[in-house]
């Protein structure tokens, strides 16, 4: 059973209705009680990184995800959602994430190493480009396009968290994970077959058909 927290800046209707489509059993809700219940997390998010860290705190379900995390359970996140599962923000002032993986997000410059300007937010489908093919969440996905709309995008010195990547006038960090901690920079939601499809691995992580790993990142020993 998938649960997918709601803290008012996710989207929902989306991500509920694509899980339909696959007859995935799910619920939604802002309890953490409820939540507890759960055997695999999807964590969405449309909005401010900083807006969102404030709800979840004051909700307790910042605490309540790390630990879920920490434990082994099956995390997914989604958009800011995946965003939300590294170190910290630039967006509207320095802001930490759940730090559950390496890196910052960053916003975009609009200005390309030719000195050209591009724009801002970077919005459409582009093309993956997999690092690891093989990892569970992608393991069976064809070469193609996802749809992204975002202004702001990870970066990290750790390229063992990148499991796929976009080109945007930089590298875009696009699929991420580390263990049962899994992120998409897109939405799967609205991103046809190849999205439909790394849902389907999810539910096959969180369900025990497939085999993430362990979550390894340790924001203290690095």
């Known amino acids: 059973m998938i649960g997918i927290i709601d803290y008012g800046m996710g ?28 055997t695999g997390l999807i964590l969405p998010g449309v909005g401010s990184f900083k807006d969102a860290m404030e709800i979840l705190t004051q909700d307790g379900l910042s605490d309540f995800t790390v630990k879920w995390a920490k434990s082994g359970k099956p995390l997914l996140g989604i958009c800011l959602g995946m965003q939300l599962l590294f170190e910290e923000s630039e967006e509207n002032g320095e802001t930490t994430g759940l730090k559950l993986l390496p890196g910052a997000v960053r916003r975009f410059s609009g200005v390309n190493k030719a000195g050209q300007s591009y724009k801002v937010p970077h919005m459409g489908w582009n093309r993956l480009n997999f690092n690891k093919p093989m990892h569970p969440l992608v393991d069976g996905v064809e070469n193609g396009h996802v749809y992204f709309v975002h202004s702001y995008a990870v970066q990290t010195e750790d390229k063992d968290v990148i499991i796929a990547s976009a080109d945007y006038h930089q590298e875009v960090p696009a699929v991420v994970g580390s263990g049962n901690v899994m992120g998409t920079q897109f939405h799967p939601e609205k991103s046809s077959a190849i999205g439909m499809k790394m849902l389907e691995n999810f539910t096959a992580v969180v369900e025990g058909r497939k085999q993430a790993g362990e979550y390894v990142y340790n924001l203290s020993s690095h």
């Open 11 to 38: 989207n929902l209707h989306s991500v509920s209705k694509a899980l339909e489509r696959l007859n995935v059993d799910y619920f939604v809700s802002e309890k953490v009680d409820e939540l507890q219940k759960a």
